[in-house]
């Protein structure tokens, strides 16, 4: 028989504890916790829901069997994906509210390789919103089936009874099992709920993809376990009110991590962009001062950027630093970096700097574009827009080697820049022979001869 116990959860990592603490240990937050009542049942009822018992076996006697892959219709979310969705994977997909992840899947729904049925399962929005989206992004739907619905228990036995190949679950924040006493959308709602839908899919083989909501902070809300418990995890960025999307992987059981996948909003939806390199270097015109072109990686992909800085004279005391796409305190050690071993005062200046796109970039090899729009900006000092520049830069202004340089410069040159300039020891490792000129520096004053 059923009973119910009490337990005191962490509404913002879903630390429990048997008792209410002031400050959660685990993420140190404060009046964090709260009581939920959670009903256990018996051994024997556990065992008859999973099954068969299952018994140890030798890991060379186990059957491998290749996982069969659905196109989805999109190369750019085939890319991040690994080659397509996997037959009865788990994915789970996050962003802000309004970035677009309602109409990418809807749109995955009508594109996929599937013949067969898919559940769309929603619980924030009717069966009316649904198909006046559909019928605005032009998609056909005739596989697939609406359930509006938030219950677990009737969720699973609705899945029971149509037996798709695909289900859709938006979003998963909404969704509640009766087993839990607590509202839907809290951390032990999304985890029990997450949990059920794992089995049922691992156990019938079911594709599954999961929208979940995200925090002010940009991560998926309920605990990190949750991330943990799918196969594949998914974030939809960009900025809202920018044409724009970045689809970034950065959990893939069956592919490369930190993939990403480049979509622009449009009237009819979300269209993929092939050539991104070329989409965010479109808009450059003329050659203005603060403006330089960087080469980052994004997984495996090499993307051409626009990095702009504006340096300006402070009016008050204390200098202002504004970094939109980047590290802010990358910028400020970047920048006491240029006034040591430049000889360029920039305590008296304001600094600015954004990345074009509304793409946010963390890799090292940024560091030498940051120092040369800086230095540019504040000098008034063009930079040639037939130049793109790669490298780290280190404390002592030295430019520190990158990895995969072939394949940016490969990436420059398709896009008919004439000069790159590199770090030296890259230069001297390089085997093959550009119709780009490659310039290889030692430390900033160098790269600033060449650039300026």
Same mark, same amino acid.
């Given at each position: ?8 959860? #962490?509404?913002?990592?879903?630390y429990e504890?048997?008792?209410? @603490?002031g400050k959660? =240990?685990?993420?140190?937050?404060w *009046?964090s916790?709260?009581?939920e009542?959670i009903?256990?049942?018996s051994?024997n009822?556990l /065992?008859s829901k999973t099954?068969?018992?299952?018994? =140890?076996?030798k890991l060379?006697?186990v059957e491998v !069997?290749?996982?069969n892959r ?8 085939? $890319?991040?994906?690994g080659g ?6 788990l ?10 992840? /309602?109409?990418?899947i809807l749109q995955? #729904? ?7 049925k898919?559940l769309y399962i /929603? ?7 649904i198909?006046? $989206?559909a ?7 005739d596989?697939i089936i609406?359930?509006?619905?938030t ?10 009874n149509?037996?798709p190949?695909?289900?859709i679950?938006d979003?998963?924040q909404?969704m ?6 607590s ?8 985890r ?8 049922m899919?691992?156990?019938k083989?079911?594709t599954t ?6 925090? &002010?902070e940009?991560?998926i +809300? ?5 991330e943990?418990?799918v196969?594949?995890v998914?974030?939809?960025?960009g900025e ?5 999307r970045?689809?970034?992987g950065?959990k893939?059981r ?10 622009e909003? $449009?009237?009819?939806?979300?269209e993929?962009v092939?050539n ?7 808009d450059?015109?003329? !050659?203005?001062?603060g ?7 994004e997984?495996?992909r090499p993307? @051409? ?10 009016i008050?005391?204390m200098? $202002?630093?504004?970094a939109n796409g980047i590290d802010f305190?990358?910028? *400020?050690? @970047?920048m006491?970096?240029i006034?040591k *071993?430049?000889?360029?005062l920039?305590?008296?200046s304001? +600094?600015?700097?954004n ?5 946010? @970039?963390n890799? =090292? ?7 040369l ?5 504040f000098?008034n000092?063009?930079? /040639?827009?037939e130049v793109?520049?790669?490298? !780290? ?24 820049f &004439? &000069? #790159?300039?590199?770090?030296? *020891?890259?230069?001297q ?7 780009i000129?490659?310039?290889g520096?030692?430390?900033?004053n160098?790269?600033?001869? !060449?650039?300026l």
């Open positions: 028989m059923a009973k119910a116990t009490s337990i005191f959860v #962490c509404n913002q990592c879903g504890s048997p008792k209410w @603490l959660c =240990p685990a993420c140190n937050e *009046n916790f709260y009581e009542k009903l256990k049942t051994n009822s /065992s099954g068969e018992k299952t018994k =140890p076996i060379k006697d !069997e290749n996982g659905f196109k989805t219709g999109f190369e750019e979310l085939d $890319r991040v994906l397509g969705l996997v037959e009865g994977s994915v789970l997909l996050g962003g802000d509210p309004g970035i677009g992840k /309602s109409t990418l995955l #729904c009508d594109k996929i390789e599937i013949n067969e898919i /929603s619980g924030e929005e009717s069966g009316t919103q198909k006046l $989206r019928d605005r992004l032009g998609v056909n739907g596989n609406f359930l509006g619905e219950s677990m228990e009737l969720i699973e036995e609705a899945i029971e149509t037996t190949k695909l289900v679950i979003s998963i909404t509640f099992s009766e087993q839990i006493s509202a839907p959308g809290s951390v032990s709602q999304v029990e709920c997450t949990a059920k839908i794992m089995q899919c691992k156990k083989n079911i993809v999961i929208i979940g909501h995200v925090t &002010k940009g991560a +809300a309920g605990p990190r376990v949750l943990h418990m196969d594949t998914l974030y939809l960025e809202r009110f920018l044409s724009y970045i689809l970034r950065v893939n069956f592919g490369a991590t930190n993939e990403i996948g480049v979509f909003m $449009r009237e009819k939806g979300l993929q092939e991104p390199s070329s989409a965010l270097i479109s450059r015109i003329g !050659e203005p001062s403006s330089v072109i960087i080469v980052a990686l997984g495996t993307i @051409l950027i626009e990095l702009q800085a504006l340096v300006t004279q402070t008050y005391g200098p $202002r630093r504004t305190n990358r910028l *400020n050690l @970047l006491a970096v006034e *071993n430049a000889g360029i920039l305590s008296n304001d +600094a600015y700097i990345i074009v796109g509304g793409i946010r @970039l890799e =090292p090899a940024i560091d030498l574009g940051i120092v729009s800086v230095i540019s900006s000098k000092i063009p930079i /040639s827009k793109v520049v790669i490298g !780290e830069v280190g404390l002592t202004g030295e430019i520190r080697n990158v990895n995969m340089i072939e394949s940016r410069i490969k990436e420059a040159q398709k896009m008919g &004439k &000069k #790159c300039i590199i770090p030296y *020891n890259n230069k490792k390089l085997n093959e022979k550009y119709s000129e490659v310039v520096v030692k430390n900033i160098e790269a600033i001869k !060449e650039a």
